[in-house]
């Protein structure tokens, strides 16, 4: 990775995010201008999810170690969780994943095959005990925020909701302009860490290659990197230095509803199993802000960027209508500040405000008229144009989670 591209540099010099020694490796806090990247990708994923018929649940982060023995993960993958707490004669556990909470949200209710395909998901937090030598800024941490989803359906269902995940998880890229490397068929390989069920392996296979055929993507079969209890897809992204990692996933499982004794009741009154597609849009918040920094150098699309717009007054007589326009900008969900003259020359201040996406000047003219002088991240420079009509048209690009920056009446 280039020195240019290193997300934990940049991170620290863009103020937004740091550890302390005093908090732990791994456990990385956001400042405020992370904060805002974060939650606006937050939000987008939620709001994504709601348009796909996904309903939200919130569940702890601990969990008796009882629920990791029935979901396997206790005797597939005790050595990346952390120890049992006693509590009150109980040995509780950090949970290093989301899937068996939801196995059991699932089961506190009867279902109806009409209900079906019922998508849960969740921006929750997990925990994995990573060794010290693999901790790295965002990208391997202890403390996760997980977009995660389950998504309970009949075996007949099972293809066109994979499918439908890959839709969300190939439109969230393109709104945070980003490009996989690879698509992976992730398959198991020798070892004891995987489920022994053959049989439930080949069905889930030959489902996950009749998605990847139909969508017409390339994709690459590598073994040895399924999930214990089942295989996956994987989207593969890359730093600038070719190094590859998993952002997100689809997971076809037959294992947990068995283990949890799933069901659903059928048109013909009697229980079925129902299949659990595990998908995560853009897997763990960490990760995906990490490799945004490294794809975009601080210079993330409008609707992500910490500073949507910066308001300069050429002098203090303007200050008051900047600090007006900034007032118009959050009434529009917009999020803006006024760089004014003490913070140096114009020059010096467009120069500080180079990864902002908008830049509004206001001399006196513009002031007189309520209009400003938009010059823009990648070198335009707009003449002077109402106040209004800016506000309305970066407002629309934000809403519309464009990489684009500008776009006039006639689309250009």
Request: one cysteine or more.
């Amino acid at each position: 990775m280039t020195t240019a591209h290193d997300h934990r540099r940049l991170g620290r010099e863009l103020d937004l995010f740091d550890t302390d020694p005093l908090i732990g490796a791994g456990l990385p806090y956001w400042l405020p201008d992370g904060a805002a990247v974060r939650h606006a990708l937050e939000e987008y994923i939620r709001a994504a999810e709601r348009r796909a018929g996904y309903r939200h649940v919130y569940s702890p982060v601990l969990g008796k170690r009882e629920l990791y023995e029935i979901s396997g993960h206790w005797s597939h993958y005790s050595d990346d969780m952390y120890p049992p707490l006693d509590v009150g004669g109980e040995q509780v556990v950090l949970r290093p994943s989301l899937c068996p909470h939801h196995a059991v949200i699932y089961r506190s209710r009867s279902h109806s095959y009409r209900e079906l395909p019922l998508r849960m998901a969740e921006l929750g937090g997990m925990y994995r005990a990573e060794l010290s030598g693999v901790l790295g800024g965002l990208t391997r941490v202890r403390a996760i925020q997980l977009n995660d989803a389950h998504i309970f359906c009949t075996l007949d269902q099972v293809e066109k909701e994979a499918q439908g995940a890959l839709e969300m998880i190939r439109a969230a890229y393109r709104a945070l302009g980003l490009t996989p490397a690879r698509y992976r068929l992730s398959l198991p390989g020798p070892g004891g860490k995987y489920v022994a069920a053959p049989e439930l392996w080949r069905r889930s296979t030959a489902l996950l290659i009749e998605v990847l055929d139909r969508s017409g993507l390339p994709y690459e079969a590598v073994e040895g990197e399924a999930a214990f209890y089942g295989p996956k897809i994987d989207v593969q992204v890359a730093d600038s230095a070719g190094r590859e990692s998993t952002l997100s996933t689809v997971q076809v499982d037959f294992h947990q509803p068995e283990r949890f004794d799933l069901h659903y009741i059928g048109a013909d009154g009697a229980k079925h199993r129902p299949v659990m597609v595990h998908r995560s849009v853009i897997g763990s918040v960490e990760r995906a802000v990490a490799h945004l920094i490294e794809q975009h150098g601080g210079a993330f699309p409008a609707w992500l960027a910490p500073t949507q717009l910066v308001v300069l007054p050429v002098s203090e007589s303007e200050v008051p209508n900047a600090d007006a326009l900034v007032g118009r900008c959050a009434a529009l969900g917009l999020r803006a500040e006024v760089a004014g003259p003490e913070r140096g020359s114009l020059g010096a201040r467009i120069r500080a405000a180079r990864l902002v996406p908008y830049q509004a000047v206001v001399g006196a003219e513009e002031a007189a008229d309520d209009h400003v002088a938009l010059r823009l991240r990648d070198g335009r420079r707009l003449a002077p144009r109402p106040a209004v009509d800016v506000l309305a048209r970066v407002g629309a690009l934000v809403e519309a989670h464009s990489t684009d920056l500008w776009a006039d009446e006639d689309g250009s």
